[in-house]
């Protein structure tokens, strides 16, 4: 445990010597240039101190002009007056611009009845257009008023100028000078100096530590420009002198504090440059040396083989900017101790701590990362796992779903055209903003470049994919409307569109369904018109025929009887299916009238059952409550429905079999069940046998008319009851299901 805590601390005094030996270097580099003059007057620091002083010199001293003189020596030109009159337009365009503004608020105030308001904003009218009036028909009067608009840039530029004193000053405690106008003779200094004396005799390097000559052209003619225009009165003349630093200057003037400044950081620089030098050459020294760093290296190897091989370089790059951008914490903060030790400290102890971890951890990762290099068959390898080869084929799975999305953005191309052009004419317009707006802001450039490629092109192909679904959903709408249904459209997510192919699909259902409900109607109807045929022609047949045969002479009285008892029985099966037809009609267009009363269920079975009571080769077997079971029913018409059930199954139940018929109370239900063993073989859809001239005897040879469930079914949706019916093999059951009353 020891070993290892030793081992870790010489690896972290390694890092740190090295990185502060860094920074030394790169501190040299970076500031080596502003301190390497061994004169600090110059420098570029105190020339631009100095070319300040001279400027205010200019204005404070050498033009000696007052506000008074200034505001005395203003001329006015034509071009001014013209200038100022038609500044905002012709008379004419000047009054409808002020009528414009005034007579909306006039009206305002009439309208709230506020006379008062009226008043005050016509005579505030009135007064401007007779001003601007006189403007233009007395040259005078706009004389006075371009003499006051120059004496108020002259009063803002004098008092502009007096808030620039104090820092004159300033510099003038430091700074001596002496300037003399050739012409007039006229010195301008701060020497303590008779006018016998030569300047000369002070302005020297025994008593100054600067000294600068200013020739004519320095001071001579000098304009001064107030809003572009000529204000002052040149200064005339021509100057030259000497402009300098004293040795008894006042060390708190900031000239003398930023020379003192610079003498102290040129030395800690020196210092701090040396001592870096000696830790970086140091540190290499012991590296060398020492075995910490090629175990902490194998140590690491096998954890750091694991990650992708662009995942390292990602990091090994993360780990140089941190250790880059520490450093130059260090660079910029290290000559600020001198003048603030207690508030930089922390800061570069800070940059160098971290500068030590970010570089350790980037010459560990460069040294990894190069041994792996080494083998390249292995670096192909281990590429092909990468981040990034796993990107690029996410990427062209991406391209491919774009290309597709562009593809179905343009089946219809008018859309498709339209959307590209008006997204491209937002792009090169808010280009075009940036770049006018910007001017030569890079940093913004920058940003809107950001926006576009974070932003911008991915919402253009997310609009693009809405796009090519869109057109997708009105390509499958026109194959729906020409009849063609195909495949459904995707639906995914819960947009507008997504919802919309929703419903494109349930509509596409209900058409497939109309279709088939459509194929099957068209069967029914032809099986109907086929079935009603031929169950009316078989008994009008017949009676045609017997009616032909009793025409005849010769005919026995016994035939004859016969012949008449078929007639008669074949009418009546042709009335009785008429009679059926024209019921089932009347109950499909919702004609049939109910008269509802309380009737006792248990009675109208046993009644209906008693109607059939014949010789029979059927086991009827019946179960009911003892107690009355009531409905509120037509019983007349509910009766029909139990006759048609039992007369079914007497046509179509297997010989020699049981019926059982049931009625049982379910909470607020009375449950009817008929069950019989069918002769006929049934088809697997019973529903069919709802339909009209239906029967489970195909061959048609049984008496039913094929109406009697259909009748019965309808009769019992009247009712709003339910009628249901099952088929297990060759067992029939029905079930009809009505609210049951209270007793």
Do not use: C
């Not at 013209?82 to 414009?100: F, M, P, S, V």
């Not at 200094?189 to 600067?210: C, E, F």
């Not at 000098?222 to 200064?235: F, H, R, Y």
């Amino acid at each position: 445990m020891g070993t290892k805590w030793r081992n870790r601390w010489k690896l972290a005094l390694l890092a740190i010597l090295f990185t502060f030996g860094l920074s030394g270097v790169l501190t040299f580099i970076a500031n080596g240039t502003d301190y390497l003059q061994p004169d600090y007057f110059k420098t570029p620091n105190f020339l631009g101190l100095q070319d300040e002083f001279v400027s205010y010199l200019k204005e404070f001293e050498l033009n000696e002009t007052t506000k008074e003189e200034a505001k005395k020596s203003i001329m006015v030109t034509k071009d001014e007056i013209e200038e100022h009159r038609n500044r905002y337009g012709n008379l004419t365009d000047q009054i409808i611009n002020i009528k414009g503004q005034y007579d909306p608020k006039i009206e305002e105030a009439k309208a709230a009845e506020d006379q008062v308001s009226a008043d005050t904003y016509r005579t505030v009218r009135d007064k401007k257009i007779a001003d601007i009036t006189k403007n233009f028909q007395d040259e005078d009067y706009v004389k006075q008023k371009v003499i006051k608009e120059k004496e108020k840039k002259i009063d803002d530029y004098f008092a502009e100028r007096e808030s620039s004193r104090p820092q004159f000053l300033q510099l003038k405690s430091a700074f001596k000078y002496y300037i003399k106008n050739n012409e007039t003779d006229k010195v301008y200094t701060n020497l303590n100096i008779s006018d016998t004396d030569s300047p000369k005799d002070y302005m020297n390097n025994k008593n100054m530590l600067s000294i600068t000559h200013y020739s004519a052209d320095a001071f001579s003619n000098q304009t001064i420009m107030i809003d572009g225009q000529e204000l002052l009165p040149k200064v005339t003349g021509t100057f030259d002198g000497w402009v300098g630093v004293s040795k008894s200057a006042p060390l708190e003037s900031r000239v003398m504090q930023d020379y003192h400044s610079y003498k102290t950081k040129q030395m800690f620089l020196l210092v701090y440059t040396v001592t870096s030098v000696l830790a970086f050459l140091l540190s290499i020294f012991l590296g060398k040396s020492s075995k910490v760093i090629p175990l902490t290296i194998e140590k690491w190897r096998p954890y750091y083989n694991k990650l992708p091989i662009d995942s390292r370089a990602v990091l090994l790059g993360i780990s140089g900017i941190g250790t880059i951008l520490f450093l130059f914490v260090i660079t910029n903060q290290v000559l600020n101790l001198n003048d603030y030790p207690y508030q930089f400290l922390p800061d570069i102890l800070t940059g160098i701590v971290f500068g030590s971890l970010f570089m350790s951890l980037a010459l560990l990762q460069g040294k990894l990362l190069i041994d792996e290099l080494k083998d390249w068959s292995n670096v192909k390898k281990e590429w092909e796992r990468g981040l990034v080869s796993k990107g690029r084929h996410k990427m062209k799975g991406s391209m491919n779903n774009a290309k597709e999305s562009l593809q179905e953005a343009f089946l219809n191309q008018s859309f498709g055209t339209q959307l590209l052009i008006s997204l491209a004419a937002v792009f090169i317009i808010s280009f075009v903003l940036a770049l006018f707006s910007t001017a030569a802001n890079i940093p913004i450039l920058m940003f809107y470049f950001l926006l576009l490629l974070f932003i911008g092109i991915p919402l253009f192909l997310l609009m693009v994919k809405k796009a090519g679904y869109f057109n997708t959903i009105i390509q499958k709408t026109n194959e729906l409307a020409a009849g063609r249904i195909g495949p459904d459209l995707p639906v995914s997510g819960k947009s507008v569109l997504s919802i919309l192919a929703g419903n494109i699909n349930e509509l596409k259902q209900g058409v497939k369904k109309s279709q088939t409900e459509f194929a099957k109607s068209e069967r029914l109807k032809t099986e109907l018109i086929t079935n009603v045929s031929h169950d009316l022609r078989t008994p009008l047949t017949s009676i045609i025929t017997y009616t032909e045969l009793l025409k005849a002479d010769d005919i026995p009285t016994e035939d004859r009887e016969a012949y008449l008892e078929i007639i008669d029985r074949k009418s009546k099966r042709l009335k009785v299916l008429i009679d059926d037809l024209f019921e089932v009609s009347k109950m499909a267009s919702g004609n049939m009238e109910l008269t509802k009363e309380k009737i006792n269920l248990v009675e109208l079975l046993n009644q209906a059952l008693a109607e059939h009571d014949s010789p029979s080769n059927l086991q009827f077997r019946l179960t009911v409550p003892d107690e009355p079971v009531y409905s509120l029913v037509d019983g007349q018409k509910l009766w029909r429905v139990f006759d048609n059930l039992i007369q079914n199954i007497y046509n179509y139940s297997l010989e020699n079999s049981r019926v059982y018929i049931n009625l049982k109370t379910v909470e607020n239900e009375a449950i009817i069940t008929f069950k019989n063993v069918s002769k006929y073989e049934l088809s697997e859809n019973v529903d069919e046998l709802f339909e009209r001239f239906k029967r489970g005897d195909k061959s048609r040879h049984t008496n039913g008319s094929g109406l009697g469930l259909a009748i019965a079914q309808s009769i019992v949706d009247f009712h709003g009851g339910v009628m249901a019916i099952e088929a297990d093999g060759d067992l029939f059951k029905v079930t009809i299901i009505l609210k049951k009353e209270a007793k």
